[in-house]
């Protein structure tokens, strides 16, 4: 059964219960808190699981030990995953423990966290959906579902693969109960060891160890990283004037930092069985795959570096990097290929939902596209079905096996075909517009969760400390960069921007590479308020032309709406591009008012310049006008080559 028909199935359930799904309302009137799945009552988490002590005592008392049982009796959102006795007494035996007393006290803190989602209350109809569980280890929780045979198909639910949801949907006052049959582990271990316990994965597993590259995904923890507990996620945080007030005194967003820094990484590999049908059947026959393919695509490089594994120009080396990727995500945190944003705010009817990512492979990026729907590819060409290079799927976690696929530092996808940076997906298939959401310009955004995660969360940002933002750089002690998480009300490409905020601020942005050599015009999409700045642009430290102003009334980009004469529209977008300004995209927004037809979205032609694949390019933004809350809200990047703008035919509006 498919999550989309399991979540069907469920909210049929839940509807028939006349139960309401979704965040659990936490207030201290008791006549407000909603019904057990299967009966009343007015329990907090903790209660819940001591009003049956007997079936919970383990669990209990490794809650008590690492003293988040009195957490789980305070106001808040909590999903629980509740071990029973037996599961626990599993959990001992297995790692050589007589009782709960003798788990070292680390471990009994690890293995609390583990079972708790802080924030969230998770029912089984919200998991699948568009944002995956985290739990207070910073672990992604990986939700599978399958039919049990052998009991007319009834619905089987697990926790990573390994824990089965005896018992779904327990409602308590501050969260939601589910029990569990086994314990869900808190695994220690780093990527490449967890690929290496999966022996479906051993002609990959021996390349990542071979190119050195398996000592670059054991990173986990910035440890020179500290933060005032009261501005971290789930403190008291703090606010940022971010607002279309006028006089820029507006609202403020309320604006976190991450507790903690990571480093996290995600794989997306082919299983043994894919080499198999390339016939691939060992590291030798992959080598010669390898420099067949990369020889082709860096004809510059070719046999020079064949026997220095670990030289990054080495062909296996940039096969193996190639499907590397320094930050976490579970599959769908790729591209939006379900939840609010894919259904409300997409225009599908007129592109697929797309997005892309630099990879490890130096100088390298690859598209992610969903289509149609809950598929998603890499590296596709074409308009939903209709292709002319289909791509690489990346699989469903329920259709990859048994084994658990996410670790401390990262996870790992299967792919259902060879995926390589080739000639091919270098000047035809990445031979595009490549637009960059903000949210992807960092890997700090997305391992600190400010991307996708905090969907619809109130008005809310995740900011960053100076030096500890890659692919970044705030130039003065003024400056503030955060990233506001998506909101299906914002007028913002995929619901999400970049904020960069302060007196004078000064910052920097590393641009993702060019997939070849060529002319390209670099813009920036960006929505304009009048609560806002003038800034001047440079690339690579040259002036863009004259300063952008994100101020309506002074923009002068000459925006004009839309008529019913397609030959008026396209002179009128003509004489926008003139003036180095575009409308917005016309695939994203909403059936009546797609983001072109915003007059506060614009895209700004900064420059048109050669650029080179192996180089690399700084974007910066120097605000020129005085004021502390004057902002500028960078919403995407697009890199669009010559043979796109200059065609024949002309640029879509897509």
Not at 632 to 637: F, G
Request: glycine content about 8%.
């Amino acid at each position: 059964m498919s999550n989309n028909n399991i979540k069907h199935f469920l909210i049929g359930l839940c509807t028939c219960l006349g139960l309401v799904t979704g965040f659990v309302a936490c207030t201290d009137d008791e006549s407000d808190q909603p019904l057990n799945f299967y009966s009343s009552v007015r329990l907090t988490a903790a209660g819940f699981i001591e009003a049956d002590n007997d079936r919970f005592s383990e669990f209990i008392a490794v809650l008590e030990r690492s003293n988040y049982l009195s957490m789980l009796k305070t106001y808040g959102h909590y999903t629980v995953f509740a071990p029973t006795n037996e599961a626990m007494k599993d959990y001992l035996k297995e790692n050589g423990y007589g009782s709960v007393a003798d788990i070292p006290q680390e471990q009994c803190d690890t293995l609390s966290r583990a079972h708790i989602v802080q924030d969230k209350a998770y029912f089984t109809t919200d998991m699948g959906g568009d944002v995956a569980p985290v739990n207070m280890n910073d672990d992604f929780i990986e939700m599978t579902s399958d039919s049990d045979v052998t009991n007319n198909n009834a619905l089987l639910v697990y926790v990573n693969k390994n824990s089965r949801l005896i018992q779904k949907d327990d409602s308590v006052t501050n969260g939601v109960v589910h029990v569990i049959d086994h314990v869900i582990k808190a695994s220690s271990q780093f990527l490449p060891s967890l690929m290496e316990d999966n022996p479906n994965l051993t002609i990959f597993c021996q390349a990542l160890r071979l190119t050195g590259m398996a000592d670059s995904l054991t990173k986990y923890i910035d440890e020179t990283y500290t933060v005032d507990p009261d501005s971290a996620v789930g403190g008291k945080g703090f606010g940022v004037v971010n607002s279309t007030a006028g006089d820029g005194s507006g609202q403020k967003t309320t604006t976190y930092y991450p507790d903690h820094r990571y480093f996290k990484f995600t794989a997306f590999v082919e299983p043994d069985s894919v080499y198999h049908t390339h016939g691939i059947h060992n590291i030798d026959d992959l080598k010669a795959y390898a420099k067949q393919v990369y020889d082709e695509s860096y004809p510059e490089d070719a046999g020079k570096y064949d026997e220095d594994f670990k030289d990054r120009r080495n062909p296996l080396n940039r096969f193996v990097s190639y499907h590397l990727i320094n930050r976490i995500g579970p599959r769908d945190y790729w591209v939006h290929c379900k939840g609010p944003i894919y259904e409300q705010k997409f225009l599908t009817n007129v592109a697929d939902p797309e997005e892309y990512f630099e990879t490890m492979a130096p100088h390298t990026i690859m598209r992610f596209c969903s289509n149609p729907g809950e598929e998603i590819y890499i590296n596709r060409k074409g308009f939903r079905t209709n292709y002319t290079v289909r791509g690489i799927r990346v699989l469903k976690t329920e259709e990859s096996g048994g084994y658990q696929q996410s670790c401390s530092n990262g996870m790992y996808h299967y792919i259902d075909d060879i995926l390589v940076y080739s000639y091919d997906v270098r000047w035809n298939v990445l031979n595009r517009r490549l637009r960059f959401d903000g949210s992807t310009l960092s890997p700090d955004f997305m391992n600190a969760r400010a991307r996708m995660y905090y969907m619809n969360k109130d008005r809310m940002m995740i900011g960053f400390k100076h030096g500890y933002l890659t692919d970044f750089k705030m130039n003065n002690s003024n400056t503030f960069i955060g990233c506001g998480n998506e909101q299906t009300g914002w007028v913002h490409y995929q619901g999400s921007g970049v904020c960069i905020t302060g007196e004078k601020y000064d910052a920097s942005v590393k641009l993702p590479p060019v997939p070849h050599d060529g002319t390209y015009e670099v813009r920036m999409g960006y929505s304009q308020g009048n609560d806002r700045g003038i800034a001047q642009v440079y690339l690579n430290n040259e002036p863009c032309g004259i300063p952008v102003s994100f101020r309506i009334f002074d923009s002068n980009t000459g925006w004009e709406p839309d008529t019913n004469d397609e030959e008026e529209n396209k002179a009128m977008d003509k004489a926008l591009r003139n003036r180095g300004f575009m409308k917005a995209m016309d695939s994203y927004g909403s059936t009546d008012t797609p983001l072109r037809n915003q007059s506060n979205c614009i895209r700004r032609i900064l420059v048109r310049k050669f650029l080179s694949a192996n180089q690399e390019n700084w974007l910066r933004f120097r605000q020129i006008l005085s004021g502390s809350s004057l902002y500028m809200s960078l919403d995407y990047i697009e890199l669009c080559p010559k043979d796109v703008y200059d065609s024949p035919q002309g640029e879509d509006r897509h």
